[in-house]
């Protein structure tokens, strides 16, 4: 396995335009995590699931951003309505589960214009 | 209101001298601290971690120090080599908050040949 791998890895939007970005973890983690990552800043949690299960969404994911893990692999995010306010890293990371470390994929870079 | 901090942007250093990161916290329910390394258009790479019960934690050039009564832990590089020049950020983790970790903003180092 060679590590988590997340797709595109740039992406350029018009506002008010849907996107999706995808994540496969590690095989056999069985917890995935977004993170969103502006410009000087640190990454900030967005959303984990355990499994298929959305166990907790941070404030900063608005109504116009959902996450899905259907069947406990791959991930997507899909933020609709995109607004400039968007443009940033968008990371996915996945780790064994509960205190176990979390390993990053190379994350997806978006520039909403 | 920032839970973690890194109050240092940037650090310079010679090739082959020691390289000290610092990273505050506010939270006292943390109880579990990684560093992670992050150069230009890359995910974050995990470097060590430290859980409360310990002090100090050690892997080859790496030590990760906590002083929990300060609430500050850092992270010493002996000997820098240029290939350690990157991005540094600490995270913060809680056991009751499913692990989503909580970053400092970072701290740029450049070893300098």
């Known amino acids: 396995d060679t590590g988590v791998s997340q797709d595109p890895r740039h992406k350029i939007t018009k506002r008010g335009q849907n996107v999706t970005f995808r994540c496969d973890p590690i095989s056999e983690h069985n917890r995935l995590y977004w993170y969103r990552q502006t410009l000087g800043q640190g990454p900030e949690f967005l959303t984990y699931?355990?499994?298929?299960?959305?166990?907790?969404k941070s404030r900063l994911l608005s109504d116009r951003f959902s996450a899905e893990r259907p069947k406990g692999s791959f991930s997507t995010l899909e933020i609709q309505r995109t607004e400039q306010g968007d443009s940033a890293m968008y990371l996915c990371?996945?780790?064994?589960?509960?205190?176990?470390?979390?390993?990053f994929g190379p994350g997806t870079r978006l520039l909403v214009l | 209101d920032q839970q973690v901090k890194q109050n240092s942007p940037s650090l310079s250093v010679q090739e082959g001298r020691i390289s000290i990161l610092n990273c505050d916290y506010t939270n006292s329910m943390f109880d579990y601290f990684l560093w992670y390394k992050k150069y230009p258009a890359e995910g974050p790479t995990f470097l060590i971690s430290?859980?409360?019960?310990?002090d100090k934690n050690e892997d080859g050039r790496f030590t990760v120090f906590l002083n929990k009564s300060a609430k500050h832990l850092s992270l010493h590089i002996v000997p820098s080599q240029p290939g350690d020049s990157a991005v540094y950020f600490c995270?913060?983790?809680?056991?009751?908050?499913?692990?989503?970790?909580?970053f400092g903003g970072g701290t740029r180092l450049m070893v300098k040949p």
């Open positions: 430290i859980s409360s019960i310990k």
């Open positions: 990371a996945s780790s064994e589960g509960v205190g176990e470390t979390q390993y």
């Open positions: 995270a913060a983790a809680g056991w009751d908050a499913g692990n989503m970790l909580t």
């Open positions: 699931f355990q499994n298929e299960a959305q166990l907790e």
